[in-house]
């Protein structure tokens, strides 16, 4: 605890440095058949995504809007692809199957990426600096849910210290509210005692019902949670 501090000062001094130019350096190309607008009832391997993106209460419309896309073919086949930014630029991917793949998630490779997953926050470049308030998710779907400009998604239960100095960067100012899936309340206390000492506003835990995660829940249930 004595070090981590100097640890997340540390990357953010190397952000500029580091980060900005090796995007610069080369362009990154999310890989996909369809944009979403293009998926039709008639085909059936089109079927598979719109049944999926319907179950999920969403519509193609509202994903598309993230930038995401649909690949058919190759080794993210039958996935609906995320493009992950920063600074306006795509540094990452991950695909999500829409068939019974056991491996829900596929991310892009480290090799591949221009900067690792574990470095990143889905929906950062969607974030004002210095605005008041900021959750923090496992999911892409979780963050889609509560909208651009609301939420950031981490990719999973643990928050890495790359990601801390990525989040302290932007300055939230009253409010940063956890919001992990309803089991993982465990995980969710071990990232606010992590954030505490390293930002200005109050981390708080938002406790969902075990077995549900912002993603099972209304838009405008979850803000009225918030509220």
Not at 77 to 83: I, Q
Not at 124 to 130: A, E, H, M, P
Request: aromatic share 10%.
């Amino acid at each position: 605890r004595k070090n981590f501090f100097e640890q997340v000062q540390d990357i953010l001094c190397k952000v500029a440095d580091q980060v900005i130019p090796q995007v610069m350096k080369k362009k990154l190309e999310v890989p996909f058949t369809h944009h979403l607008h293009e998926l039709d009832e008639q085909f059936i391997f089109d079927r598979m995504f719109l049944k999926f993106i319907k179950e999920r209460n969403y519509s193609p419309e509202e994903l598309a809007e993230w930038g995401i896309v649909a690949e058919v073919v190759g080794e993210y086949g039958y996935r609906l692809m995320f493009p992950v930014t920063y600074e306006g630029e795509i540094v990452s991917y991950l695909g999500r199957t829409v068939s019974n793949d056991k491996t829900k998630y596929k991310n892009c490779s480290n090799d591949t990426a221009i900067i690792s997953m574990r470095k990143l926050l889905y929906g950062y470049d969607y974030i004002t600096k210095g605005q008041d308030s900021l959750v923090i998710c496992e999911g892409v779907f979780d963050t889609i849910r509560f909208g651009k400009g609301v939420a950031v998604g981490i990719f999973g239960k643990d928050m890495s210290v790359d990601q801390m100095a990525l989040l302290c960067s932007l300055d939230i100012r009253k409010e940063i509210w956890i919001a992990l899936d309803g089991e993982a309340l465990y995980d969710a206390d071990k990232i606010a005692k992590n954030l505490k000492p390293l930002v200005n506003a109050q981390v708080k835990i938002l406790v969902l019902e075990s077995g549900k995660d912002p993603d099972n829940y209304p838009r405008e249930e979850l803000l009225e949670m918030i509220k």
